[in-house]
């Protein structure tokens, strides 16, 4: 199994940029392709990025494409999500999640963490 941390999210200004971290620990990180979801209030929990293990073809919700990029470092068991050009309708608490190469399903997952943008 996998363990996963996210960083302290935060509060900011429409415009601006945020990175969040994920800091994985257990099983060998590059067994899992990783995702980040994100849940707003009253929202069900929707997809946001994911990248494979090996860092390639990384894939985008339609509302976020153009300004959030997923990457991830193998050496340092760690995904990131960089977010730019933050909008107010990103208020959200974000997840990050790992899917073991093999399965469909992303079955670990971390705390979450509150990221909130003023208008």
């Known amino acids: 199994q996998v363990q996963l941390v996210e960083s302290e999210g935060g509060l900011v200004q429409a415009g601006g940029s945020l990175r969040l971290s994920c800091a994985a620990s257990g099983r060998t990180f590059s067994s899992y392709a990783m995702g980040w979801f994100r849940q707003a209030p009253g929202k069900e929990r929707e997809f946001v990025a994911r990248?494979?293990?090996?860092?390639?073809?990384?894939s985008y919700a339609d509302s976020v494409k153009g300004r959030f990029t997923i990457s991830r470092d193998n050496a340092k068991d760690t995904a990131y999500l960089q977010m730019n050009s933050l909008k107010p309708e990103d208020t959200a608490v974000y997840y990050c999640?790992?899917?073991?190469?093999?399965?469909?399903?992303?079955?670990?997952w971390g705390q979450g963490t509150q990221v909130t943008v003023s208008s």
């Open positions: 999640a790992a899917r073991e190469r093999s399965k469909l399903t992303y079955d670990f």
């Open positions: 990248i494979t293990w090996s860092g390639g073809s990384p």
